[in-house]
């Protein structure tokens, strides 16, 4: 029966693996949950909405004027979706032709540009970063242009943390003018605000920005998330995008984190927890299981470690939850530690300590 029904499924849906999410494969299990770069710390909110009875706005209009203010841009900028994870795939939908158009797609980057393009019956070109700076290779992305629509870059990379020479975005942007949109997924920008290219949305048509509630603002769980581009783009993806996307409860917090004490209190955690990276990194530097650390402007670290999968186990018995990278283009042994409290980062430096010195490194 069960094998009938796949028979039944599209056959891209039938060979599809499905995003492996931090919550699948951690499950429950641990106490100190540094996989999914959530924000360690939680924001109590009350609603202030009480009845439930009606439809949302499709696009509610205070959140999009919240937003519109935090970031500097005008109403008709900006959509509203669920979580940024909707923005990459409303822009599939509306632009991507399937079995015909193409989208790039950068490894080891965010797995669900890839995902969402299978998914779409749309073709999936991959250009590698350069090895170990994790840059664009413009040389290769420049020869794989033809039947591309969309570009997607995460700035700052997730697991690499690094950020996007502005320079070679700024070139893709100006080679790709009329053809493709190159969409910059900035779901870590608060951890590095001055790398934003949201100032360029009024120079470049086919610029476009993803940006989620997710992490800096420690907001995972209402899944809000916006794109910004110029007002046709925003047009043609309210045209696809469901006809109430966005919970009365979502947007009633949302619009409540983007107040100004609130954007103050996340501006001050941002500072905390990039302290707490910059903690992390000097205490592995000294540890010797420890192979490389890549500099990171994120709320997460990339790590190369000497046995590291059984660090990943020794971790996970004790309760502390990472990523494993390792499995994926140019990470070996790697994993992706997300920055926690102080006291998280702590329990992990000492776990990592024991375990180098029983094996002797
Ligand atoms: C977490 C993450 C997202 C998903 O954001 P949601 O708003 O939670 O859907 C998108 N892009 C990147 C690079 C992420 O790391």
Redesign the pocket.
């Known amino acids: 029966m069960i094998d009938n029904m796949l028979k039944l499924a599209r056959i891209n849906i039938q060979k599809l693996k499905p995003y492996q999410s931090a919550r699948r494969i951690g499950g429950e299990h641990g106490d100190i949950w540094l996989n999914?770069?959530e924000s360690p710390i939680s924001v109590l909110f009350k609603l202030k909405k009480k009845s439930f009875n009606r439809y949302p706005e499709c696009q509610p209009l205070n959140l999009i004027s919240a937003y519109a203010n935090y970031s500097n841009l005008c109403n008709d900028q900006i959509l509203v979706t669920?979580?940024?994870?909707?923005g990459?795939e409303l822009l599939i939908k509306a632009f991507c032709e399937p079995g015909k158009d193409a989208i790039i797609y950068c490894p080891p980057?965010?797995d669900?540009y890839r995902i969402n393009a299978k998914i779409y019956g749309v073709e999936v070109k991959e250009v590698p970063t350069i090895k170990n700076s994790w840059q664009l290779d413009i040389l290769n992305i420049k020869l794989n242009l033809d039947k591309v629509k969309l570009i997607y870059i995460?700035n700052p990379?997730?697991p690499t943390g690094n950020v996007v020479f502005k320079k070679d975005l700024l070139f893709l942007l100006k080679i790709t003018l009329g053809t493709a949109l190159i969409i910059i997924?900035e779901?870590?920008i608060e951890f590095f605000p001055q790398e934003s290219m949201s100032f360029y949305l009024k120079d470049y048509p086919n610029l476009i920005i993803?940006r989620?509630?997710?992490?800096a603002f420690a907001l995972?769980g209402i899944?809000?998330?916006f794109t910004l581009a110029r007002k046709d783009v925003i047009d043609i993806l309210n045209k696809v995008i469901s006809p109430y996307p966005i919970p009365v409860p979502v947007s009633d917090i949302a619009i409540q984190a983007l107040e100004k004490d609130a954007i103050k209190t996340m501006k001050s955690r941002v500072s905390d927890l990039n302290a707490n990276r910059t903690w992390l990194v000097n205490k592995l530097k000294k540890i010797s299981c420890v192979k490389k650390i890549f500099d990171s402007s994120a709320n997460y670290i990339l790590v190369q470690f000497f046995m590291f999968e059984k660090v990943f186990c020794t971790l996970w018995e004790q309760g502390i939850i990472v990523r494993n990278q390792s499995d994926k283009i140019n990470l070996n042994q790697c994993l992706r530690i997300s920055i926690g409290t102080r006291m998280e980062c702590e329990r992990l430096i000492e776990e990592i300590q024991f375990f180098s010195k029983k094996f002797h490194f």
Do not use: H, P, Q, V
């Open positions: 999914a770069n669920r979580g940024a994870d909707e990459i980057t965010y669900m995460c990379n997730n997924d779901a870590y993803l989620t509630l997710s992490k995972a899944r809000c998330g």
